[in-house]
């Protein structure tokens, strides 16, 4: 059967996820007619699978996105804020730390299948898109610009085009690997590089009447050396919680092969929540050990007229929580890049794909970064000085902000450039906490002034 379309406003959209949701409306509320391809049934009318992330953290760059689309008051309802991590170091008090040193800067738990289902319902509205769920992409051709799926629940094969398709199916993209197998022609670099760390989600269930357990006002960290566990909020007054620890090893998944293994170690590493997981064993060997990938590939885009998106072009480890906000961002640099080049494709997505492949590369790096400062540095003392030193710098000086505060609260700033200016100014900070926590006003005019020349 031939579903080909020569429309030339016609878009293919591979993958009905976050970004493809996003993309799919943005483009239709641009006028163009869109087709989106989705290899699962519609995430609205089944139970989402355990063990999958079912929250996620939205931050600045998200929430711009999505207010391109103009429902920013359609998703507050979903969220949850959180002002800082909580962390549960062993031994000690709960100690919360805040995100920034600036009022009215914070990160919001999300719940991924509320907001993934506020997008197609607003997609539903939109009478030039169309969704097809149940079709996996099978096979691409970029010479020509078509696009076989395979009907799953009949095995029935179609063959669609369109003026521009765009590969939004996340991290184990069918669309790119259907690249991939042209790659030799296509010079197509792909790298995937796996942490030797897995995660396992796991549930601190509310209280009897519907309360959440402990603070659902912070991200909960439990740092420990070469392992970690963290919980995220939900609205039903739940916390979503993810260990993370190595495959093999001492302290291990491998090395947990028994029950009374899992509640021993529990107990010992993580007293303060164990103590609110009473499912904690039905849990643990229900949900899965999944493991944590950061995708790199280049080129993103294909004789102007396919390119991959979101996950399929640049998966990040999830300790930034940049991963949607990152997404969501290509399709708010790609909206601007429209207007700037009045929708000419040929020169839209090369444009588009010089400005976002740097900025890609730069936070999946400062994702693999971040895993080690939440897993270890969040427990050293040196770092919580440093910590309340960027707090002091973001509350006294206007001027400052944290690498932190730059990736996460300034949507303004590409992630190179944050990077770039975070790591030069993390350096700098580490010197002056290494002196302690007397450091008076002086020190800090010092110090925004060695932080001036490193711009």
């Not at 296509?186 to 995660?199: A, E, H, M, V």
């Not at 021993?264 to 050990?289: C, G």
């Not at 991959?308 to 929580?321: E, K, Q, R, S, T």
């Not at 990077?419 to 350096?427: A, E, F, P």
Request: proline share 4%.
């Amino acid at each position: 059967m031939d579903n080909s379309n020569s429309n030339k406003d016609s878009i293919v959209i591979i993958g009905a996820g976050l970004c493809g949701s996003l993309l799919a409306l943005r483009l239709a509320q641009r006028g163009y007619k869109v087709r989106l391809y989705e290899r699962r049934p519609d995430m609205r009318t089944i139970k989402m699978s355990a063990g999958r992330s079912i929250n996620l953290a939205l931050s600045d760059r998200g929430i711009a996105a999505l207010a391109t689309v103009g429902i920013t008051e359609q998703i507050l309802p979903l969220l949850i804020p959180m002002h800082g991590r909580m962390i549960h170091a062993l031994g000690y008090a709960p100690r919360q730390v805040s995100y920034s040193g600036r009022e009215g800067e914070w990160i919001n738990s999300v719940s991924r299948g509320g907001l993934n289902a506020l997008l197609l319902d607003e997609a539903d509205k939109m009478d030039n898109i169309q969704v097809f769920f149940n079709h996996e992409c099978v096979a691409a051709s970029v010479h020509d610009n078509k696009i076989k799926f395979r009907n799953v629940l009949n095995n029935e094969t179609i063959e669609v085009n369109g003026e521009v398709v765009f590969g939004t199916d996340g991290a184990n993209s069918a669309y790119r690997e259907a690249v991939m197998s042209q790659s030799a022609r296509l010079r197509f670099d792909f790298s995937q590089k796996y942490l030797d760390t897995g995660y396992k989600e796991l549930e601190i269930p509310a209280n009897p009447d519907g309360s959440h357990r402990i603070s659902k006002e912070a991200l909960h960290i439990w740092p420990r050396k070469g392992f970690m566990m963290i919980a995220l909020p939900n609205l039903d007054g739940s916390f979503t919680v993810t260990l993370f620890m190595p495959f093999e090893g001492e302290d291990s998944f491998a090395a947990l092969d028994s029950d009374t293994k899992v509640q021993a170690f529990f107990k010992h590493h993580f007293p303060t929540a164990t103590e609110h997981m009473p499912d904690l064993i039905s849990d643990y060997h229900t949900n899965p050990t999944s493991s944590l990938v950061t995708v790199k590939c280049f080129p993103w885009q294909f004789n102007g007229c396919q390119i991959l998106l979101g996950d399929a072009a640049h998966a990040v480890v999830p300790f930034y929580g940049q991963g949607m906000n990152a997404s969501f961002e290509d399709v708010a640099v790609l909206d601007k890049v429209l207007d700037e080049l009045d929708g000419d494709w040929s020169k839209v997505l090369p444009a588009f794909e010089k400005i976002r492949k740097p900025n890609a590369d730069a936070i999946a790096d400062l994702a693999e970064d971040n895993f080690y400062e939440m897993r270890d540095a969040t427990a050293d003392p040196v770092f919580m000085v440093k910590r309340q030193i960027e707090l002091r710098l973001e509350q006294n000086y206007k001027d400052y902000f944290s690498k932190y505060s730059m990736v996460t609260f300034r949507a303004d700033l590409p992630y190179k450039y944050a990077m770039d200016l975070g790591r030069k100014q993390d350096k700098l900070l580490m010197k002056y906490a290494a002196l302690g926590e007397n450091i008076d006003h002086h020190n800090y005019d010092m110090m925004m002034q060695e932080i001036t020349a490193l711009r």
